[in-house]
């Protein structure tokens, strides 16, 4: 199933897939493609999870929506997903806990399980959207980051539902806006080596621990834990620090860091480089999420959400607002 959405005065196009039908879950994914640009062989692909405390959220806002695009007129197919929303139920209803959770860690697991279907789908379209199969990254913010980190980790250590991909399959590199690995256990042992990671947080992050934390009863492993780890196995990756900054970078990074994740694919994805790279940033104010006027100030687009701005306004030219700080 799939319908169509072409953007006002614009060569991308956006159409939706129904991916999965999961019970009464009906899963869908907005493929992005910007069809003036030339591309050598087959596209990149990039899948975004979105953020939400695995409660809520959605594949459409208005932040997202200048990621994907941004991501499209470099020549990829950007696809955003939906996924099962295993802490939204009300656990304490009598039938309230469809998904039969037990805690965060189920609820994540759901989530990659979805994250792994959506991959199996756009692979059984791969020559139909001439999709590069060797090039699919994963990127995501808050939840989305720590979907899509803990699915690498999965994969590298043979979790069971990640034998549905491909034999041999693995992401070609993942990006991670303020993320971490949950974990019953006190360390994180990879028994194989990770595809190349960028890892964006800041350093006052306690929403998803930059360094390592326990919450709920769970070991976090966060961005401060997993880059020495990477150093010590000699994984590619690029850890991008804002000093200062909070769990806002899950929604700044959509659009203030749109550089660095070109680079990073550019050089480690593409280029295939062998190295690591640390970046501390340090703006004059911090952005952070003290208040919903700092949220405002610096997030304006993922809160005002993808409805208002977009569906509302879509005879409109999308550009990005000016004056406002992201």
């Known amino acids: 199933m799939t319908f169509g959405f072409t953007m006002a005065q614009s060569k991308i196009t956006r159409d939706t897939y129904v991916y999965a039908i999961k019970g009464d879950d009906t899963l869908h994914l907005d493929l992005y493609v910007d069809h003036s640009v030339q591309v050598k062989g087959k596209r990149p692909v990039m899948i975004y999870i979105h953020g939400g405390g695995f409660s809520t959220g959605s594949r459409k806002n208005v932040a997202q929506e200048i990621f994907n695009r941004h991501l499209a007129e470099k020549g990829f197919l950007s696809v955003s997903i939906d996924y099962r929303l295993a802490l939204g139920q009300d656990l304490s209803l009598p039938n309230g806990n469809k998904y039969k959770i037990k805690g965060t860690e189920d609820a994540v697991r759901i989530a990659n399980e979805d994250v792994v279907s959506a991959t199996n789908y756009i692979l059984s379209k791969a020559n139909e959207w001439q999709a590069d199969s060797s090039t699919i990254l994963i990127s995501g913010g808050s939840a989305g980051a720590i979907s899509a980190l803990s699915l690498e980790y999965d994969i590298c250590n043979g979790a069971d539902y990640t034998k549905t991909l491909p034999q041999g399959f693995n992401y070609a590199g993942v990006v991670s ?18 595809c190349p990671v960028l890892f964006i947080h800041g350093s006052k992050d306690t929403t998803v621990p930059f360094e390592r934390g326990v919450i709920a009863g769970d070991t976090w492993f966060g961005t401060k834990y997993l880059s020495p780890q990477f150093d010590a196995m000699k994984v590619p990756h690029w850890t991008y620090v804002e000093k200062g900054a909070d769990h806002v970078m899950a929604m700044k990074a959509l659009t203030d860091n749109l550089e660095e994740m070109d680079k990073f694919y550019r050089c480690f994805i593409v280029n295939k480089c062998k190295t690591s790279a640390y970046t501390e940033w340090a703006d004059e104010v911090p952005a952070d999420m003290t208040s919903i006027d700092q949220m405002i100030k610096y997030v304006p687009l993922y809160i005002i959400g993808f409805g208002k701005y977009m569906e509302e306004l879509g005879t409109q030219s999308f550009e990005k607002p000016k004056g406002v700080i992201y």
């Open 177 to 194: 806006q303020a993320g971490a690995i949950p974990s019953k256990n006190d360390t994180l042992v990879w028994k194989q080596k990770p």
